[in-house]
């Protein structure tokens, strides 16, 4: 054991240094040819399949693991990318067991999905190591198209546009393009620099520009890119995080900075955790940093959550991913106070809360846990302020853009998708794809005269 | 506990399981191996006339198609007959034959086309003591070539002509072994059976080509880039086996002739299939060569457990036992109507009945019920046709139900007539028609 493991406080390098490697390595090793031959062979290729209903971008899921079966896998690279460029990187990251795996007539049967995220990473990564691209652009259009953040909808929905011909400029805020791919997921889901890897591949298309460091509200605006170009689209992520509202919050660190900050580390060693840490939450993203806490080397790590298991956002699959880490997890607890003597944390004390007439209540009785580092990953919220300011207001409905059923804005010639906008999808990142794809088919009918534009 | 011991033209063994003569009994290394697991006999493998021996080649022997997992489905060889020294071969048999009294030996032979080719082996064989011989008529490569193995076999002349022969020089039994690689199995057997042959054994292996290189565009197994037809066996064959078995054992003019059944054997349960259309024995090969010999074990305790559960005493009870209900087509009672019934409850919703009826048969399943995802057979479509069932990755999920007589067929709108009646009698057959008169 290494000796840094017992650290107190807040310390980098708990581990020995080929530890971290080990440690952030991927949560599932890639399928060899034989075994995703073997792993392809028991889909039934059902007819008018489950689990490509249950797809947001609707792969056809049948179709690409039979082209895994008959040894095919830059045809079921194909496959996917129709419906979904961004495929490789939904293979690592989707949460498979609620969406396609979850409706797999093989978790019916036996309760043994076909694991399809694997069979779809090893077909996407055929192509990509090969360098395979499938799409050749159509003639120029003329039309010159802005998308504001290089996220998954941005790029989705800039591959589709070059594909149909328009020029593409992709403005994002930070220093890199890839938005939550490249800042947000869990390191061990997205290993060998792959979320760069993926944009490289997506825009080796052609057409499509990317200019890091371009902020809405900063250094460009609506107003501006609406009279540059011919069309926006929009689709930025959620760039604010919920309160805590107890004493001492300041003291508390935002999961999601941390997360991204561990990204984009080059040297895992020296990026510092606490021995004991705490997270609040209960979704993926308290998942991700609990894991990720305990990876680096942190002792103890809990997750509280304020309500019972049943209502966790994160999948019973993520709940068993950070019980097996060894992150426990405590449920009915609900932070009151981050605690902390000479400016540093020292623990968080905690209500037992219960539902009361189905409202959630403190019981009284409180408990205090000792932490050096508490992190909050209770939700994020869509900053909207930088996208008004000049001319007319852009609608919004819960705090977020307001669109119809193509990801029209109600700003003419202004589209939304992914995580900035109030739809009835899930903050997913193939969600997300759907959304930036399916914009850019409505914008391309909207320039080029289309039926629907 | 049922008796397993076996009793084929006189040859005695401890069960019905014989290795085939192939590879593995090709010398007493293995054989005596075979013996240890506990087969019950071997064919040792066919031995040719005295002189320099075959050679074989020096690239792969074998070529394979392979299931999920690689699982061997079927294999296919261009070996030849044994490629050792005559001599060496009956000393091992002779040995192994003293060693192991209670098993049986036969030896498999094949020699040029000729009365004093086989008159000169046969006393060389019966002096090593051997249960009986085998007449190899079926090796499709190599040596059919060369006039012999299945050139033979496919001319039932010559079949007749070479089992006199052998009836003529030895009192060894005769276990006539046939090719499937002809139009007819029941002509060489009629001719087997005319020379006198003590029995048959079916099937030797089927001409093929298992797969072809695509980026060298040579046949599997290839040669140095070429590659030839071989001798395709294992459990991919079974049914042609079965069949080509059950065409003998019913015939009028070989009825009740011994048949040592082979092709595909793989378990117990393909075992006791072959002895149900009529084999007395079964030969083994391929499963031995995908698992080893150890298999022996599995198949004698499950024939034992099965022959126990039927409340059969012998392996020779069940022998045949299928036989009278292996009938032509035309004596099928047409008055038999079944529906396909799915199991709702078992029903995992992949839709593969639907799709497989929607698009190749009858349209007769639904595959939405009151917008939702239901899969129901539609009585007035449903011709019975068994395909849903054999696409149904659920065992017994869809069964086939029988309408009885009396009661309606939705589909004809007519009710099922309670009696037996065939195409022999049916108004659509103008053969029956004509005959209807002169009765």
């Known amino acids: 054991m290494a000796q840094g493991q017992f650290l107190t406080g807040i310390a980098a390098g708990r581990l020995a240094a080929d530890q971290y490697a080990e440690n952030f390595s991927d949560l599932h090793e890639p399928f060899s040819g034989h075994e995703a031959r073997v792993e392809a062979d028991r889909c039934y290729f059902c007819y008018d399949a489950p689990c490509m209903t249950a797809c947001p971008t609707a792969i056809d899921i049948p179709m690409f693991i039979r082209q895994i079966a008959t040894d095919n896998p830059v045809g079921s690279a194909k496959t996917i990318f129709d419906q979904n460029i961004l495929g490789g990187m939904c293979a690592r990251v989707c949460p498979t067991e609620t969406l396609c795996e979850e409706a797999c007539v093989r978790e019916a049967a036996e309760g043994k999905p076909v694991q399809i995220g694997r069979l779809q990473r090893y077909a996407t990564d055929v192509a990509i190591a090969e360098g395979v691209q499938f799409y050749e652009r159509a003639a120029p259009t003329g039309k010159r198209i802005a998308v504001v953040g290089a996220g998954p909808a941005g790029l989705a929905c800039a591959h589709r546009l070059a594909m149909h011909g328009h020029e593409v400029t992709i403005f994002d805020a930070r220093e890199k393009a890839g938005g939550l791919n490249e800042y947000g997921i869990a390191a061990y889901k997205s290993t060998q620099d792959f979320a760069q890897a993926e944009v490289d591949y997506v825009t080796a298309i052609g057409g499509i520009t990317i200019e890091t460091g371009k902020a809405l509200g900063r250094d460009i605006s609506i107003g501006q890119l609406s009279e540059d170009f011919d069309a926006v689209f929009l689709g930025m992520g959620l760039g604010g995080v919920n309160a805590l509202r107890s004493e001492g919050e300041t003291a508390a660190s935002n999961a999601v900075d941390y997360i991204a900050e561990l990204r984009q580390a080059r040297d895992l060693s020296a990026l510092p955790i606490g021995r004991r840490v705490v997270v609040i939450g209960g979704g993926m993203t308290a998942v991700d940093m609990a894991v990720q806490a305990k990876l680096l080397g942190a002792e103890e790590v809990t997750i509280c959550y304020r309500r019972g298991k049943e209502y966790m956002n994160a999948s019973l699959y993520e709940q068993d991913l950070a019980a097996a880490a060894g992150v426990a997890i405590r449920h009915w607890l609900s932070p009151k106070a981050v605690l902390t003597a000479d400016g540093k944390v020292t623990g968080i004390e905690l209500e037992y809360t219960r539902l009361e007439n189905g409202v959630l209540a403190g019981t009284g009785e409180s408990l205090t846990l000792p932490a050096d580092q508490v992190f909050k990953a209770i939700g994020q919220t869509f900053l909207a302020a930088a996208l008004n300011g000049s001319g007319a207001a852009i609608e919004m409905e819960g705090g977020r853009i307001r669109v119809d059923g193509e990801g029209r804005t109600s700003m003419p010639g202004v589209w939304a998708g992914g995580d900035c906008v109030a739809d009835a999808r899930e903050d997913l990142t193939v969600a997300a794809v759907a959304a930036g794809r399916d914009a850019a088919e409505s914008i391309n009918r909207a320039l080029m005269g289309g039926a629907n534009g | ?439």
């Open chain 2, 1 to 439: 506990m049922a008796d397993l011991r076996s009793n084929f033209v006189g040859i005695k063994s401890p069960n019905p399981f014989w290795l085939a003569s192939a590879p593995p009994t090709d010398k007493a290394y293995n054989v005596v191996r075979a013996f240890k697991a506990g087969w019950g006999g071997v064919v040792w493998k066919t031995l040719g006339e005295e002189g320099p021996p075959v050679v074989n080649v020096n690239g792969p022997r074998y070529g394979a198609i392979w299931g999920a997992d690689r699982r061997l489905l079927g294999l296919n060889n261009i070996e030849l007959i044994t490629d050792r020294d005559l001599f060496v071969n009956l000393a091992e048999i002779k040995q192994v034959k003293r060693d192991w009294p209670d098993r049986a030996v036969v030896v498999s032979i094949m020699v040029p086309c000729d009365e004093e080719s086989w008159k000169a082996i046969l006393p060389l064989v019966e002096e090593t003591g051997a249960d009986g011989i085998e007449l190899n008529f079926g090796c499709p490569h190599g040596m059919s070539e060369r006039g012999m193995g299945s050139a033979v076999g496919q001319v039932p002349e010559y079949v007749e002509m070479v089992v006199r022969w052998c009836k003529q020089y030895t009192r060894m039994p005769v276990i006539t072994k046939l090719t499937p690689n002809i139009a007819d199995i029941r002509k060489p057997a009629r001719a087997a059976h005319a020379g006198g042959t003590d029995a048959v054994s079916l099937i030797n292996t089927i001409n093929s080509i298992t797969a072809v290189n695509l980026d060298t565009f040579s046949p599997e197994p290839s040669i140095d880039g070429r590659g030839t037809h071989g001798g395709y066996c294992g459990p991919a064959v079974k049914p042609i086996a079965l069949n080509m078995v059950a065409e003998i054992a019913r015939d009028a003019q070989t009825r009740g002739m011994p048949i040592s059944g082979i092709g595909g054997v793989t378990t117990w349960r393909d075992a006791v299939e072959f002895m149900a259309l009529g084999a007395g024995n079964v030969q083994v090969c391929t499963a031995a060569m995908t698992y080893g010999f150890k298999i022996v074990e599995e198949m004698i305790t499950g024939l034992s457990n099965y022959l126990d559960e039927k409340g059969f005493s012998s392996v020779d009870e069940v022998v045949g036992r299928a036989v009278p209900n292996v009938t032509d087509w035309q004596y099928l009672n047409l008055n038999y109507v079944t529906k396909a019934r799915i199991n709702q409850e078992l029903c995992i919703s992949c839709g593969r009945c639907h799709i497989a009826c929607e698009d190749t048969s009858h349209q007769a399943i639904t595959n939405m019920i009151d917008g939702k995802r239901m899969f129901v057979v539609k009585d007035e479509e449903c011709v019975g046709c068994n395909l849903c069932v054999n696409v149904c990755p659920v065992e017994d999920c869809i069964t086939m139900e029988q309408i009885p007589g009396g009661m309606m067929d939705e589909r004809t709108g007519h009710r099922v007539p309670d009696h037996y009646a065939n195409w022999t009698t049916h108004p659509n057959n103008p053969m029956a028609k004509a005959k209807e008169p002169a009765e």
